[in-house]
């Protein structure tokens, strides 16, 4: 018979994950069917993804696995390397978006994805780095960046694509921006912008859809989405089509791939690191860290 292996598994029960109730048995059960022993912990608020991960580490695990939204991910991936923990990472999506989960075109049902984590394979992915601390797949900020980590979960699925919310405005008056002067490789951005992304995915929450010869999930380079202030209605339909059309040619809507970048903001914007909040600072680092973990998929 073969030995059995130590298995982490992380739960966020707090992520949609109660979609029937046999739904954790019929993951550990997977597990067990390829000889891996699971240790089972649930996470309650804020950090205890990062506590469980730095409480286990040592204790011979072989693999981790994370059930949850892409927060719960970040958290995690954020404490493996943290911790120097190098190992293979699974995850299970059971968020109300899970964007990262759809760029590698996990499953959502999470047996499926469970069986998927069992049988694939470690790739390597970049991931970034945000002063002090990391992110996946997105760090941005700006208009209704709030949204994603204010909303309450069960009304996360409702808030629809950018274009659509902005067309909803029909003075300038209810958009509000943010002057920044963005630094990267030998150029600068300055202006009012009223959203800023940096990502590293094929999906954005609606407001990108880009097509896999665009982006690279371990090319060491993120995307830059950097969408200005129009000044007047004009301007602003101009911006729709372009988040409409996925074209990104509007003289307001730069795209730009990036490995690092330094952003001045005098006015302390927050952002949404993977869903998750981040307190502005005037000055914000940004880092690409290529290759800095391995997920299976």
């Known amino acids: 018979m073969p030995s059995y292996k130590k298995l982490l598994f992380i739960v966020n029960p707090h992520a949609g994950v109660r979609k029937k109730e046999s739904v954790l048995t019929d993951i550990i059960l997977t597990f067990s069917d390829f000889y891996y022993e699971t240790i089972v912990c649930c996470t309650r608020e804020a950090g205890d993804a990062s506590r469980i991960v730095r409480e286990h580490v040592d204790d011979e695990i072989d693999r981790i696995v994370c059930m949850g939204g892409d927060g719960t991910l970040s958290e995690v991936i954020g404490a493996c390397r943290a911790y120097e923990w190098d190992k293979p990472i699974g995850y299970i999506p059971a968020g109300s978006t899970n964007d990262f989960a759809a760029s590698l075109k996990l499953p959502m049902e999470p047996a499926e994805a469970a069986e998927r984590v069992m049988r694939g394979k470690p790739h390597r992915l970049d991931i970034g780095r945000f002063n002090g601390g990391y992110f996946v797949y997105t760090a941005s900020c700006g208009l209704f960046t709030k949204a994603s980590y204010d909303t309450p979960q069960r009304t ?9 919310v902005l067309e909803g405005m029909k003075e300038l008056t209810q958009i509000r921006s943010w002057h920044m002067r963005i630094m990267t490789e030998g150029r600068v951005y300055e202006d009012n912008y009223l959203f800023v992304s940096i990502c590293n995915t094929f999906s954005l929450g609606g407001v990108m859809n880009l097509e ?6 371990s090319d060491g380079l993120f995307e830059l989405l950097l969408i200005s202030m129009p ?6 339909r101009d911006i ?3 988040l409409r059309e996925q074209k990104f040619e509007s003289p307001l809507v730069q795209f730009r791939k990036v490995d690092q970048l330094t952003i001045s903001c005098p006015d302390k914007a927050d952002w949404s690191l993977d869903g998750e909040k981040s307190e502005g600072k005037e000055k914000t680092e940004i880092a690409v860290i290529p290759g800095a973990v391995r997920i299976l998929y």
């Open 231 to 236: 000044r007047d209605l004009l301007q602003l």
């Open 156 to 164: 996360k699925n409702l808030i629809g694509h950018l274009a659509y």
């Open 212 to 217: 896999h010869a665009q982006v690279s999930l």
């Open 240 to 242: 729709i089509q372009s």
